[in-house]
């Protein structure tokens, strides 16, 4: 596989943890490792817990829109016209009263400019996914097609150049990492994502998928790549890989069609 040649293709950041996602042509590198913007902000209960889509399942049906240069954050229900526009920080009480009647409980809007909330807060880097996994994983559901199985994966980093699952590369045996570059920004590969109920759901109406799962799993186990550390996989429930940055990475940029190289 001399002549692969993996390059960025689409980077997509979710300026709002659990909602619509903006795809963008760069984007910096955190201390953290996070992206800059990337789930910077995020909806809480009053007791301190993340309201998602795991907790619940109508956070599916808000459209958003986040203007990353302005902080005016757009939001709809699905299948309403009805638009509210707010400034996150200068209108945050308002739309916290928004979100609070969504929900029926109260919430509030928190911000993290340091590490943003990953799901993983060991490694927080951005999740990777190439392109032809994308479109495989879609030939598995009749009904799917590839913007939506991407929509359900939110991954950040997409590679395109390689066959499917070739990210399985990026990871191997626990307690060690693979080491590779993006562009000029240094990555550990970590380990294959463990997959939540989420992505077994329409992302626009939050509506269950027969099967998935079922499927998910079955077709994964058969497709398993033989350069994949297959130990990894206690369930094949796992899509996208995790990754750390090391902090001398801070402020680095990463770009649409940066180049990728394991050393």
Not at 37 to 66: C, L, P, Q, Y
Not at 182 to 198: A, E, H, L, Y
Request: charged letters at 30%.
């Amino acid at each position: 596989m001399t002549d692969v040649i993996p390059y960025v293709s689409r980077l997509f950041i979710y300026p709002i943890k659990s909602l619509d996602r903006v795809e963008v042509k760069s984007t910096k590198v955190l201390k953290s490792g996070a992206l800059k913007r990337d789930r910077e902000f995020a909806v809480f209960d009053k007791s301190g817990r993340f309201v998602n889509g795991k907790r619940d399942e109508r956070i599916h049906t808000m459209r958003s829109e986040f203007d990353l240069e302005t902080n005016i954050v757009s939001l709809r229900v699905q299948g309403t016209e009805q638009t509210n526009v707010y400034h996150i920080e200068k209108e945050h009480e308002a739309l916290e009263s928004w979100l609070s009647e969504f929900f029926g409980f109260p919430v509030e809007v928190k911000q993290n400019l340091d590490t943003g909330f990953p799901d993983d807060t060991v490694s927080p880097g951005p999740t990777i996914i190439s392109t032809a996994t994308v479109e495989t994983i879609a030939s598995w559901y009749p009904e799917l097609d590839v913007e939506e199985v991407r929509l359900r994966f939110r991954s950040n980093i997409e590679i395109s150049g390689v066959p499917a699952f070739w990210e399985d590369r990026l990871f191997t045996e626990a307690d060690e990492t693979v080491n590779f570059q993006i562009g000029n920004v240094q990555f550990m590969g970590i380990n294959p994502c463990q997959r939540c109920v989420v992505v077994t759901r329409d992302p626009q109406t939050g509506e269950a998928y027969p099967n998935f799962q079922k499927t998910f799993v079955a077709q994964r186990r058969t497709t398993l790549p033989e350069w994949a550390e297959k130990p990894r996989f206690n369930h094949f429930f796992r899509l996208a890989i995790n990754t750390r940055l090391p902090a001398t990475e801070q402020a680095k940029t990463i770009r649409i069609g940066d180049k990728l190289k394991i050393y």
